[in-house]
């Protein structure tokens, strides 16, 4: 199933799309259209299926017809990437990226163009200055919400780090409790080790039952895997899927490599990892059970392609045009893909894939 651009600006179609997430217990669907400076909210009926394909409210601008980008508490500038819901709290984060900070939504009542509450990387609602501080960031293109812990996990892209907050309460422009990929709060360096990062990109998971988290490290080509039950300043990663070592970045269209690793999903319940292999339009699925995991594992299924050496962009009921995020919805086992250059959402229902099969 997909949610086609065409339109233009409108309560159905998008331009470019990016982050997208499932708020099971309230039955919405988020969706970021980032061109057109605006996250769409779907309602679902209760079984979290589609209930139209015209979407319920907007955020980010005041009305399903206007595109304006801006630095203020109701606005994103140019480019918003991820999202992550809080269904505890009832929270939205948003990476507004353009303006170098995460806007959090209070989502109990949704109106369109409705104030974010509180702002993270910045100290009001009107200032956009990048930054590598404890509290600062640099084109943030992720966030991840950990619901056990009370924590956020901000991928600050160019400064080549992961941000670590405590959000049981939050003030704007607090600092960061830490910080991965670098071994402080004013180093942005870039690198392929066991610690470090390289333009991390768009993908960030958190794996709740294991304190487990996953980090595309996109230049790197690469998913860094960390144990998170103790989280120390620029600690070492414990996996590495994507390459053999932690030493090596290379860009492969095959059962063990990406060519841009981007979007993560996960399924809980089966231990599988969907991969957005970005330039080579195709979602990689990994069986990622902690017990079996190992460092550059072979992939155990892949959706967008024939195979897993093939990487060609398709407008078809199965093929995709640049794959950005995914969502996975373990009540109806569907998994929702964010097609960027043909401008749709598409669903799949997905049958379990086991290293037997």
Known sequence: TANNGAGGVNSKGFTFLRGIELDLINHR???????????????????????????DYVLGQADFTTVAGATTQNNFLNVIQGISYDSLNNRLFVADASNNRVLVFNTSVITN????????????????TAATTQSGMRSVSGVEYDRDNDRLFVLDSTNNRVLVFNTSVI?????????????????????TTQSGMSGPNRGILFDNPNNRLFVSDSSNNRVLIFN?????????ASYVL????????????????????????????????FVSDQNASRLVIYNVTPSA????????????????????????????????????????????????????????DFIRITTES
């Open 171 to 191: 003030t704007n422009g607090m600092n960061a409790a830490y910080v991965l990929g670098q071994p402080d709060f004013v180093t942005a360096t870039a690198a």
């Open 113 to 128: 163009g409705m104030n974010a509450a509180y702002v993270l990387g910045q100290p009001d609602f009107v200032t956009a």
């Open 242 to 273: 994507g390459q053999s070592n932690f030493t090596t970045a290379t860009s492969a269209i095959s059962q063990t490599g990406f060519t841009f690793s981007s979007g993560l999903a996960y399924d809980a319940i089966n231990y599988n990892l």
């Open 29 to 55: 669907l988020f969706v970021v259209d980032r061109n057109n400076i605006r996250i769409l909210v779907f309602n679902l009926d209760t079984d979290n299926n589609l209930i139209d394909r015209t979407a």
């Open 293 to 348: 995991i190992s460092n550059g594992q072979n992939a155990i299924g892949v959706i967008g392609q024939p195979n897993f050496t093939t990487g060609t962009t398709a407008t078809t009921q199965g093929g995709f045009n640049t794959v950005a995020s995914a969502v996975f919805d373990s009540g109806n086992n569907r998994i929702y893909v964010s097609d960027i250059l043909n401008n749709r959402v598409m669903i799949f």
């Open 228 to 236: 998170t039950s103790s989280i120390s300043n620029g600690m070492n």
